[in-house]
């Protein structure tokens, strides 16, 4: 349950922060701020 627990709180992080709202900004700011975030992430997790 412990581990669980653990994955549940990691993975709401990761979804909060990827999580860009696709819908209400358009296709070219949408992938900038997505690459950006994803470089930040890549940064982070190496």
């Known amino acids: 349950m412990k581990s669980l627990?653990?994955?549940a709180?990691?993975?709401a992080n990761?979804?909060?922060q990827l999580n860009l709202e696709?819908?209400?900004v358009?296709?070219?700011?949408f992938k900038q701020r997505r690459s950006a975030e994803l470089?930040?992430?890549r940064q982070l997790a190496s």
């Open 39 to 41: 470089a930040q992430w």
């Open 5 to 7: 627990q653990k994955f």
């Open 14 to 16: 990761v979804h909060n």
């Open 26 to 29: 358009d296709r070219q700011t």
């Open 9 to 11: 709180a990691v993975q």
């Open 22 to 24: 696709r819908h209400l």
